[in-house]
């Protein structure tokens, strides 16, 4: 059997007072998130993967939390497609910061993060931030 990868983590937008913008934003991130490809369609990243919630009260207070995950056949040997792909999502959405978790059979855990640097990244921004941790909690020999 081949070597079996998870991935999972969450992008936070940032909370504001100001309730329209919220919306707009949050509406602008469902929005590109739909757009991902689904389906029948391969992507490391398929819109079938996010889910958010969408009404205040329902799981959404101040902060869109848009969370994810899915396993993959060894996408360790792919990551930096994996990244490149995660990457241009995080141009074309409203996020503060974003974590992924990739765990691995063989190679352990790795824990990513990217924050914007002035506290909340737009579309219209161009680069974006990562900070990377990495963590070893053992890997499976079979």
Request: glycine share 10%; charged share 25%.
């Amino acid at each position: 059997m081949e070597s079996e990868s998870i991935v999972y983590g969450c992008i936070r937008d940032w909370p504001s007072d100001q309730a329209a913008e919220s919306r707009l934003r949050r509406a602008i991130n469902r929005q590109v998130l739909s757009e991902l490809p689904g389906g029948d369609e391969w992507s490391f990243l398929g819109r079938e993967m996010f889910a958010c919630c969408q009404q205040p009260g329902e799981g959404l207070y101040q902060t869109q939390v848009i969370h994810f995950g899915a396993s993959y056949r060894a996408v360790e040997y792919e990551w930096s497609l994996w990244v490149e792909q995660f990457e241009a999502l995080l141009k074309r959405l409203y996020w503060a910061s974003a974590v992924v978790h990739l765990e691995t059979e063989l190679n352990g855990t790795h824990t990513f993060r990217w924050e914007s640097d002035n506290g909340c990244h737009s579309p219209q921004e161009g680069e974006l931030r990562v900070r990377c941790a990495w963590e070893r909690e053992g890997g499976l020999r079979g």
